[in-house]
Each structure stands twice: as structure tokens, then as C-alpha cells.
């Protein structure tokens, strides 16, 4: 698996906003499987009560999509926000920058750090930056793993 500066570098391939592909969420469904309309329409816009932000535009599917089915990211990375989120290697941590400093103290090995969000994840959740923690035990349909080599 990536370690989580691994999965960072690739997911922003090179760029400094929110998402690989610019500043808007709304711009993201030619590059990301989210949250949007499809979604919307099918699901109804509350979520426990509470209205729920959807990208104004749509990406096609309901749920996962087949891999490629979006534009690559300047890399030429496929799916890398969006689609599934993906376990990385590093345990949980308060700050990404422990984590790039492989801080031990703060590390939560009772946790694992997911990245990049899925295509049930709200919008502002679909950033490069985003960090979610899980169980190393939950299993879930919008979770998967992305493999590498190192070179």
C-alpha cells in the first residue's frame, strides 16, 4: 500500500488546490465519481435529517465506476479522488504532518487513514487533503486499496 505522502503526491499530481483538477468540486465529475446529481436524484438530497451539499454536475454512476472511466489526473492516475477511497498504510495520526515525519508518539495503530473519498462522499470531502480514520476491521462497499511499486 501508499503511505500516505505517497498517496498525497500522487493523488495532487504536481497542483496546490483542493482538487487535482482545480478549485471547484462542480468541475470535478469529467475527473471524479462523488457525490452529485445521479446520487441526488436517486438517494434524495437529506442525509439523518440534514440537507446534504451534492456537486452540481453528473458523473454517470451510482455507485462505483469501472477503473479509467474518468479523466487521469496530470500523472496519469485514474480514480486517485473519488470512486473508492483507499486504505493507505500509516496508522492514524492528528496531523498529516506527523505522518509525513513518521511521528510514533502520535500514531493510533487501533486506526488506519483511508484517502480520497468514494462515490457516496459529500464534496467537501473530495479533496486531496482529506484524511479519514477507520478501523483496520470495518468493511465497507466504497473502500478499496490501490497497489504500487516502488521502483
Request: with cysteine; hydrophobic share 35%.
Amino acid at each position: 500500500l501508499l503511505t500516505e505522502a505517497e498517496w498525497e503526491y500522487a493523488a495532487r499530481a504536481g497542483t496546490s488546490t483542493a482538487y487535482p483538477w482545480g478549485i471547484s468540486i462542480d468541475d470535478g465529475c469529467a475527473h471524479m465519481n462523488g457525490f452529485d446529481r445521479v446520487i441526488l436524484k436517486r438517494k434524495g438530497d437529506l442525509y439523518k435529517g440534514e440537507p446534504v451539499p451534492f456537486a452540481e454536475c453528473s458523473d454517470g454512476y451510482l455507485n462505483t465506476a469501472p477503473v479509467g472511466s474518468f479523466r487521469p489526473n496530470a500523472f496519469g492516475l485514474h480514480d486517485m479522488i473519488g470512486n473508492l477511497a483507499e486504505w493507505v498504510e500509516d496508522c492514524s495520526t492528528q496531523s498529516y504532518a506527523s505522518s509525513e515525519a513518521g511521528d510514533a508518539q502520535t500514531s493510533d495503530c487501533s486506526k488506519r487513514m483511508v484517502r480520497g473519498g468514494s462515490w457516496g462522499t459529500q464534496p467537501r470531502q473530495l479533496r486531496s487533503a482529506e484524511r479519514i480514520r477507520y478501523l483496520p476491521s470495518d468493511v465497507d462497499d466504497s473502500i478499496g486499496i490501490r497497489v504500487a511499486k516502488s521502483l
